[in-house]
C-alpha cells in the first residue's frame, strides 16, 4: 500500500493547460501528456521524497542528479505528478538518463527553457488554479439555483431529484428506511450498480460499511457514506427530518463540487420531506432556504412580506438564541442562518457567536448573507460575541485564509528586506528619497532592492495593476 498523502480536494490542473501557455515555453520531452496537478513544489535535494505530498509538479534544476534512475523512482513513489527541469545554470540540456528514467515510470517530464523563471511557472499554475476554482464555484452556485428552483415547483422531491442527476449526469434516488427505492431520476444503471447502491443507502443509518463512510466518530453513525463499483461512484446521504431516508447517487466521474451540490440537495429534501405543523410555516421556511441558497429573490419574496430584511449567522452550543423570527435555518454546518425584518434588534446571546449583516431589500438577500458570514468570522478571530457587517473596502471581500495563500505563493521569492522596502516604497507612491529616508538607506540601495524585486518576481513594476496585486498581497501576507 502507497504512503503517499491524498492530494487536495480541488480541481486539478491539467498537464495541457501549463504546455499551452506559450509564454512559458516548456516542453513535454517524455512520459504522458496527461496528468492532474494539484501545486508547484522546488527542490534541488537529492532525494525531495519525504518533502512531498502528491500531485506536485516538482520543479529543479539537478543540482545534485547523481542518479537519475532513483531520483524519478523516488519521486514517482511520493506521488509526483510531473517534473520540470530547467535548462541552465547547471545542465545545458535535460540528461538522457533522467528521460529515460521517466519515460520508464511513466512520469511526465517537462524542459523548462532558460528564460522561464521557476517562479513563472509557479504563478501560472496559481492563475490556471484560480480560473478552474472559479469554474467550478460557477457550476455550483448554477446548480444551487436550479435545485431551488426545482423545490418551488408542484411536485418538488421528483423535481430536486430530476435537478440533482442532470447536474451530476447520474443517477438520484430516495431510499426509505426499509430499503426500497421511494423515488428516483437520472439515467438507468446496471443491477450490480442498483444494488450497491441500495446496500450503501443503508450504512448511514444502521453503521454497516460497505465503502467508506464519512462523518462518523465513536458510537455515532455516518451521515454520509461512498463506494465505488465497476468504475460507477456511488454516495448516499442520510437525510434530516426523522423520516429514515436516505439520498443515493451514482455517476461515472466524481467532481470536486459534486459533494456541495449534493449537501444542498440533502437540506431541500430534509424539508420537503419531514412532516410540517402549518402550510404557513413550511413555505416560509422553504422560502428562506432558497433565499439563502442563492434562488431569483423575485420568485420567493412575495412570500416573506415586507423588507428589508437582516441576515445573521450565529455558532455556539445548546439551544438557537431567540431571534425572534421563525424563519430560521440550522442545517448548514453548525452554523444557524436566521432572517429578521429589519429594524429588529439582534443582542448577543450566551454561548453563542453572531454576525450580523447590514439591512437590504430583497434582491440583495444574497450578499447580505455573504456580509453575515464574514461578520461571524471576525467575531470568532475577535472573542467577541457579535459583530456587524462594515464597509472597509475591496479588501474586506477577500477570504483571509485564500488571500494569505496567495500573499504567500506571490511573494516566495522575495526575502528580507526585499519585502518590507517593496511596502513602502508602494506606500510612498515609488518616491525614492521618501523611501530612503524611511528605511535610513542610501537612495541607490532602495533603487538595487525595487530592481531585485522585480527581476524575481518577473513583473514590471511601473504597472499600475501589478502595483495594486503587490499591495495587496503584501498587506495579506504573514
Given at each position: 500500500?502507497?504512503d503517499?498523502?491524498?492530494?487536495p480536494p480541488g480541481?486539478?490542473?491539467p498537464?495541457?493547460?501549463?504546455?499551452a501557455r506559450?509564454?512559458?515555453g516548456?516542453r513535454?520531452i517524455?512520459g504522458?501528456?496527461?496528468?492532474?496537478?494539484?501545486?508547484?513544489?522546488t527542490?534541488e535535494?537529492a532525494?525531495?521524497?519525504?518533502?512531498?505530498?502528491g500531485?506536485e509538479?516538482?520543479?529543479t534544476?539537478?543540482?545534485?542528479l547523481?542518479?537519475p534512475?532513483r531520483y524519478?523512482?523516488?519521486v514517482?513513489?511520493?506521488?509526483a505528478?510531473?517534473?520540470g527541469?530547467?535548462v541552465?545554470?547547471?545542465?545545458?540540456t535535460v540528461?538522457e538518463?533522467l528521460?529515460?528514467a521517466?519515460?520508464?515510470h511513466g512520469?511526465?517530464l517537462l524542459?523548462?527553457p532558460?528564460?522561464?523563471?521557476?517562479?513563472?511557472?509557479?504563478?501560472?499554475?496559481?492563475?490556471?488554479?484560480?480560473?478552474?476554482?472559479?469554474?467550478?464555484?460557477?457550476?455550483?452556485t448554477?446548480?444551487?439555483q436550479?435545485?431551488?428552483?426545482?423545490?418551488?415547483r408542484?411536485a418538488?422531491?421528483?423535481?430536486?431529484?430530476?435537478?440533482?442527476?442532470?447536474?451530476?449526469a447520474?443517477r438520484?434516488?430516495?431510499y426509505a428506511p426499509?430499503?426500497?427505492?421511494y423515488?428516483a431520476?437520472?439515467?438507468?444503471v446496471?443491477?450490480?450498480?442498483?444494488?450497491?447502491?441500495?446496500r450503501?443507502?443503508q450504512?448511514?443509518?444502521?453503521g454497516g460499511?460497505p465503502g467508506e463512510?464519512?462523518?462518523?466518530g465513536p458510537?455515532?453513525?455516518p451521515?454520509?457514506a461512498?463506494?465505488?463499483?465497476g468504475?460507477?461512484h456511488l454516495?448516499?446521504y442520510?437525510?434530516g427530518g426523522?423520516q429514515?431516508?436516505?439520498?443515493?447517487?451514482?455517476?461515472?466521474?466524481r467532481?470536486?463540487?459534486?459533494?456541495?451540490i449534493a449537501g444542498?440537495?440533502v437540506v431541500?429534501?430534509s424539508?420537503?420531506?419531514?412532516p410540517h405543523?402549518?402550510?404557513?410555516e413550511?413555505?416560509?421556511?422553504s422560502?428562506?432556504?432558497?433565499?439563502?441558497?442563492?434562488a431569483?429573490?423575485?420568485?420567493?419574496a412575495p412570500l416573506?412580506?415586507?423588507?428589508?430584511?437582516?441576515?445573521v449567522h450565529a455558532?455556539g452550543?445548546?439551544p438557537?438564541?431567540?431571534?425572534?423570527?421563525?424563519?430560521?435555518?440550522?442545517?448548514d454546518?453548525?452554523?444557524?442562518?436566521?432572517?429578521?425584518?429589519?429594524?429588529?434588534?439582534?443582542?448577543?446571546h450566551p454561548?453563542w457567536?453572531?454576525?450580523?449583516s447590514a439591512p437590504?431589500?430583497?434582491?440583495?438577500?444574497?450578499?447580505?448573507?455573504?456580509?453575515a458570514a464574514?461578520a461571524?468570522r471576525?467575531?470568532q478571530?475577535?472573542h467577541?460575541p457579535l459583530a456587524?457587517?462594515r464597509?472597509?473596502?475591496i479588501g474586506?471581500?477577500?477570504?483571509p485564509?485564500?488571500?494569505?495563500?496567495y500573499a504567500?505563493?506571490l511573494?516566495?521569492p522575495?526575502?528580507?528586506?526585499?519585502p518590507?522596502?517593496l511596502?513602502?516604497?508602494?506606500?510612498?507612491?515609488?518616491n525614492?528619497d521618501r523611501t530612503?529616508?524611511?528605511?535610513?538607506?542610501h537612495?541607490?540601495t532602495?533603487?538595487?532592492?525595487?530592481?531585485r524585486?522585480?527581476?524575481?518576481?518577473?513583473m514590471?513594476?511601473d504597472?499600475?495593476?501589478?502595483?495594486?496585486e503587490?499591495?495587496?498581497a503584501l498587506?495579506w501576507?504573514?
Amino acid at each position: 500500500m502507497s504512503d503517499v498523502q491524498p492530494t487536495p480536494p480541488g480541481p486539478a490542473i491539467p498537464l495541457t493547460a501549463l504546455l499551452a501557455r506559450e509564454e512559458l515555453g516548456l516542453r513535454l520531452i517524455a512520459g504522458p501528456g496527461e496528468a492532474g496537478i494539484h501545486w508547484v513544489h522546488t527542490s534541488e535535494m537529492a532525494d525531495p521524497y519525504p518533502y512531498l505530498l502528491g500531485g506536485e509538479l516538482l520543479m529543479t534544476a539537478g543540482v545534485q542528479l547523481t542518479d537519475p534512475e532513483r531520483y524519478v523512482a523516488r519521486v514517482v513513489a511520493a506521488g509526483a505528478a510531473a517534473l520540470g527541469f530547467g535548462v541552465a545554470p547547471v545542465h545545458d540540456t535535460v540528461p538522457e538518463a533522467l528521460v529515460a528514467a521517466c519515460a520508464r515510470h511513466g512520469l511526465p517530464l517537462l524542459e523548462v527553457p532558460p528564460r522561464t523563471p521557476f517562479t513563472a511557472v509557479g504563478r501560472a499554475v496559481w492563475r490556471l488554479m484560480a480560473e478552474a476554482r472559479h469554474r467550478e464555484l460557477r457550476r455550483v452556485t448554477e446548480a444551487q439555483q436550479s435545485l431551488a428552483t426545482a423545490a418551488a415547483r408542484p411536485a418538488p422531491v421528483p423535481a430536486v431529484l430530476h435537478a440533482l442527476a442532470s447536474r451530476l449526469a447520474g443517477r438520484a434516488a430516495l431510499y426509505a428506511p426499509d430499503g426500497t427505492e421511494y423515488a428516483a431520476a437520472g439515467r438507468p444503471v446496471e443491477p450490480e450498480v442498483a444494488a450497491a447502491l441500495a446496500r450503501l443507502a443503508q450504512v448511514p443509518h444502521t453503521g454497516g460499511r460497505p465503502g467508506e463512510g464519512a462523518g462518523s466518530g465513536p458510537g455515532s453513525r455516518p451521515a454520509s457514506a461512498a463506494d465505488t463499483v465497476g468504475g460507477t461512484h456511488l454516495a448516499a446521504y442520510a437525510l434530516g427530518g426523522g423520516q429514515g431516508l436516505t439520498l443515493g447517487l451514482a455517476s461515472e466521474r466524481r467532481e470536486p463540487g459534486d459533494h456541495t451540490i449534493a449537501g444542498v440537495a440533502v437540506v431541500l429534501l430534509s424539508l420537503l420531506t419531514a412532516p410540517h405543523q402549518g402550510t404557513d410555516e413550511a413555505t416560509r421556511s422553504s422560502a428562506l432556504v432558497r433565499l439563502l441558497l442563492g434562488a431569483a429573490p423575485a420568485d420567493v419574496a412575495p412570500l416573506l412580506g415586507g423588507a428589508p430584511w437582516t441576515v445573521v449567522h450565529a455558532r455556539g452550543e445548546g439551544p438557537p438564541p431567540p431571534l425572534g423570527t421563525p424563519l430560521v435555518d440550522d442545517r448548514d454546518g453548525g452554523t444557524v442562518r436566521a432572517l429578521l425584518p429589519a429594524g429588529r434588534d439582534v443582542a448577543p446571546h450566551p454561548g453563542w457567536t453572531l454576525g450580523v449583516s447590514a439591512p437590504v431589500e430583497a434582491s440583495e438577500l444574497g450578499a447580505a448573507d455573504l456580509q453575515a458570514a464574514r461578520a461571524l468570522r471576525r467575531a470568532q478571530a475577535a472573542h467577541t460575541p457579535l459583530a456587524r457587517h462594515r464597509s472597509g473596502g475591496i479588501g474586506t471581500l477577500l477570504d483571509p485564509d485564500e488571500a494569505a495563500a496567495y500573499a504567500r505563493t506571490l511573494l516566495a521569492p522575495l526575502s528580507e528586506p526585499l519585502p518590507e522596502t517593496l511596502r513602502v516604497w508602494l506606500s510612498l507612491h515609488g518616491n525614492w528619497d521618501r523611501t530612503a529616508t524611511a528605511l535610513g538607506v542610501h537612495r541607490n540601495t532602495v533603487r538595487q532592492r525595487i530592481a531585485r524585486c522585480a527581476a524575481l518576481l518577473s513583473m514590471d513594476l511601473d504597472d499600475a495593476e501589478v502595483r495594486m496585486e503587490l499591495w495587496f498581497a503584501l498587506r495579506w501576507s504573514p
